[in-house]
């Protein structure tokens, strides 16, 4: 076995006044302290998560009580961008169910842009960054109407803010729901904390079983195709179809997660996270 042997010269050693050391974990705790507080700024509350999931009429209000019916909006092929929201654009994309299968059942994408501050044709455009907010099943687009404006601000006027529902989730189809009324969804309670000590950890398995039974019951063939390598590539198509060669993206929580998947399941040339 070969080892491998390192040596340090005194003259390559960097001394350090005592401030100069101290001013080290200093800066570090600035720094996370500032990631803290920017993941607390862009936290989505459940009042903007409700608000914008719409669950049986289709209908939908941001905070300026400004309504669109995405019902109304029919699912393409291309990207057919509406006026929405007062100042954002929406769409829905036709994306196959099966990947494997394109000729298939499909699934609808259900899209939200903060347009860029300057032309597309501008020489300054740099063209969509997509928004993951996490969990997995956040809205990305309950995440750019009610944030899209400070993402914007950061990322700079020549970009595209692009949210969008994952698969199953929100306003894309196809949904996933186990409870046929927001009535059901309203009975079905878990325990809010779980400790072994109360005994509220039984409680929560018979909630999930349950959970599980209504779901096998209620599948109609999609649930197998709701997860991260779908998602990703529903990314990928959402980016060739917007006429870009590269995925530009940025994921919070989980979609740290959908982003590094993204990476993994794509050439290098097709990500920039």
Same mark, same amino acid.
């Given at each position: 076995?070969?080892?491998?042997?390192?040596?340090?010269?005194?003259?390559?050693?960097?001394?350090?006044?005592?401030?100069?050391?101290?001013?080290?974990?200093?800066?570090?705790?600035?720094?996370?302290?500032?990631?803290?507080?920017?993941?607390?700024?862009?936290?989505?509350?459940?009042?903007?998560?409700?608000?914008?999931?719409?669950?049986?009429?289709?209908?939908?209000?941001?905070?300026?009580?400004?309504?669109?019916?995405?019902?109304?909006?029919?699912?393409?092929?291309?990207?057919?961008?509406?006026?929405?929201?007062?100042?954002?654009?929406?769409?829905?994309?036709?994306?196959?169910?099966?990947?494997?299968?394109?000729?298939?059942?499909?699934?609808?994408?259900?899209?939200?842009?903060?347009?860029?501050?300057?032309?597309?044709?501008?020489?300054?455009?740099?063209?969509?960054?997509?928004?993951?907010?996490?969990?997995?099943?956040?809205?990305? =687009?309950?995440?750019?109407? #009610?944030? &899209?404006?400070? *993402? %914007?601000?950061?990322?700079?006027?020549? @970009?595209? !803010?692009?949210?969008?529902?994952?698969?199953?989730?929100?306003?894309?189809?196809?949904?996933?729901?186990?409870?046929?009324?927001?009535?059901?969804?309203?009975?079905?309670?878990?325990?809010?904390?779980?400790?072994?000590?109360?005994?509220?950890?039984?409680?929560?398995?018979?909630?999930?079983?349950?959970?599980?039974?209504?779901?096998?019951?209620?599948?109609?063939?999609?649930?197998?195709?709701?997860?991260?390598?779908?998602?990703?590539?529903?990314?990928?198509?959402?980016?060739?179809?917007?006429?870009?060669?590269?995925? =530009?993206?940025?994921?919070? #929580?989980? &979609?740290?997660? *959908? %982003?590094?998947?993204?990476?993994?399941? @794509?050439? !290098?040339?097709?990500?920039?996270?």
């Amino acid at each position: 076995m070969t080892r491998m042997a390192f040596s340090f010269s005194p003259k390559n050693v960097i001394h350090m006044s005592p401030r100069a050391v101290w001013s080290i974990p200093v800066a570090c705790c600035l720094i996370f302290g500032s990631l803290i507080t920017l993941s607390h700024f862009f936290r989505i509350s459940n009042s903007d998560a409700l608000l914008f999931e719409g669950r049986i009429t289709g209908s939908l209000s941001d905070a300026h009580g400004a309504s669109f019916e995405w019902s109304k909006l029919p699912p393409r092929k291309d990207l057919q961008w509406v006026g929405c929201h007062l100042s954002f654009q929406c769409a829905r994309l036709i994306v196959p169910l099966d990947y494997t299968d394109p000729e298939g059942r499909e699934s609808t994408i259900a899209l939200i842009r903060k347009p860029a501050a300057v032309p597309r044709d501008s020489t300054e455009y740099r063209g969509p960054v997509l928004i993951n907010p996490g969990g997995p099943g956040g809205s990305g =687009m309950a995440m750019v109407l #009610s944030r &899209g404006h400070l *993402l %914007g601000s950061i990322l700079g006027p020549q @970009f595209d !803010v692009i949210g969008f529902d994952p698969r199953g989730t929100g306003q894309s189809t196809p949904k996933i729901s186990f409870f046929e009324t927001d009535v059901e969804r309203e009975l079905y309670e878990e325990p809010k904390s779980v400790d072994i000590a109360d005994g509220t950890v039984s409680p929560l398995l018979s909630s999930k079983r349950l959970l599980n039974m209504l779901a096998a019951e209620l599948d109609d063939g999609y649930l197998g195709h709701m997860n991260t390598d779908c998602t990703a590539r529903d990314m990928l198509r959402i980016v060739e179809t917007y006429g870009w060669n590269k995925l =530009m993206y940025w994921g919070f #929580s989980y &979609g740290s997660v *959908l %982003g590094g998947s993204f990476a993994a399941m @794509f050439p !290098v040339t097709k990500a920039l996270l």
